[in-house]
């Protein structure tokens, strides 16, 4: 059974920093790329970034480029987002995801074969 476990969040003031992981179990986690999206209540989720099978290759999304960065630890089974100077529009329910059919990662929710259950970040002004 496939389990991806979010944990980091929390609520932060504007400025500040959090480091969310995602731990995973009941995969090849090696075989797998990974991503970050986020989703706020009344909207779709929409993508944060992906990572590539080995950590080689990244991609963000503008919204937080330079400001957070995506890595993995295979040896430990951990997809991690190092999140700084957060923004109150940073505020989301942040999700991980792992697809075993793209090994650059990707954009896209459907390209995603297995979620987490959510970690809640809240940035406040």
């Known amino acids: 059974q496939v389990q991806l476990v979010e944990s980091g969040g929390g609520l932060v003031q504007a400025g500040g920093s959090l480091r969310l992981s995602c731990a995973a179990s009941g995969l090849t986690f090696s075989t797998y790329a990974m991503a970050w999206f986020r989703q706020v209540p009344g909207k779709e989720r929409e993508f944060v970034a992906t990572?590539?099978?080995?950590?080689?290759?990244?991609d963000y999304a503008d919204s937080v480029k330079g400001r957070f960065t995506i890595s993995r630890n295979n040896a430990h089974n951990t997809l991690y987002l190092q999140m700084n100077s957060l923004k109150p529009e940073d505020t989301a329910a942040y999700y991980c995801?792992?697809?075993?059919?793209?090994?650059?990662?990707?954009?896209?929710?459907?390209?995603?074969?297995?979620w987490g259950q959510g970690t809640q970040v809240t940035v406040s002004s």
């Open positions: 995801a792992a697809t075993p059919s793209r090994p650059n990662g990707s954009r896209w929710r459907s390209e995603y074969r297995y």
């Open positions: 990572i590539s099978l080995s950590g080689g290759n990244t």
